[in-house]
């Protein structure tokens, strides 16, 4: 969180505690009430576009970033698949953006 906090410092957001506090309480709750079934966000809506952006963005900005991101989204990938939220060629397409990031 505080990575995020600081890459939204640097994108010029005044305040991302302010922005980060209600998306974080949200997805606490989800997780919590709702487990997988809560999943939100690109990968969970199958948006590969959206992941391909955000992937582009953290290379330019931070590659350390890059990883962790890669990495979390795979892993979204892989629960949202098997809790039949993405279907084979929606997650497959998101592994395909994902697989062009570094490792």
């Not at 962790?68 to 939220?85: E, F, K, P, Q, S």
């Amino acid at each position: 969180m505080v990575q995020a906090a600081d890459l939204l410092s640097q994108a010029g957001v005044p305040n991302p505690s302010r922005m980060l506090t209600p998306l974080l309480t949200a997805a606490l709750d989800n997780a919590l009430r709702l487990g997988d079934a809560g999943l939100t966000g690109p990968v969970a809506r199958a948006d590969a576009d959206t992941v391909a952006s955000h992937v582009a963005a953290l290379r330019e900005v931070s590659p350390e970033a890059l990883r962790a991101y890669v990495a979390l989204a795979r892993l979204t990938a892989d629960r949202a698949l098997a809790a039949g939220i993405l279907d084979p060629p929606a997650a497959q397409r998101l592994l395909d953006v994902l697989a062009g990031a570094p490792q």
